[in-house]
């Protein structure tokens, strides 16, 4: 059974900081690409930025220029390190690997539960 968990998130000022961590644990054979997408009340859930395997990154124009995504490989964690952030980044964030969770078994998405991340101004 795979499990992604979520931490980091809070309540901070606009213009604050925050960094996300997602740990993905149980049977992992292989993990492509990791990402942090992001829900805010009443929108649908929106991509914020995607790492591969290979450590290429993408990042949606809104969040382009003050988040930084990373990953550990190691520890099978994937990072979204959030600077300068503003109300409007208000949401619940959640992280999606894509992954296979033996060698016989099809690539598929797999998502955490999601931490709330609530910016003040």
């Known amino acids: 059974q795979v499990q992604l968990v979520e931490s980091g998130g809070g309540l901070v000022q606009a213009g604050g900081s925050l960094r996300l961590s997602c740990a993905a644990s149980?049977?992992?054979?292989?993990?492509?690409?990791m990402a942090w997408y992001r829900q805010a009340p009443g929108k649908q859930r929106e991509l914020g930025a995607r790492?591969?395997?290979?450590?290429?990154?993408d990042y949606a124009d809104s969040v382009k220029g003050r988040c930084t995504i990373s990953r550990d490989n190691a520890k099978n964690t994937v990072y979204l390190q959030m600077d300068s952030l503003k109300p409007e980044d208000t949401a619940v964030y959640y992280c999606?690997?894509?992954?296979?969770?033996?060698?016989?078994?099809?690539?598929?998405?797999?998502w955490g539960q999601g931490t709330q991340v609530t910016v003040s101004s």
């Open positions: 149980g049977s992992i054979f292989s993990i492509d690409t």
């Open positions: 790492i591969t395997s290979g450590d290429r990154t």
């Open positions: 999606m690997a894509n992954l296979k969770p033996t060698y016989w078994s099809r690539w598929d998405n797999y």
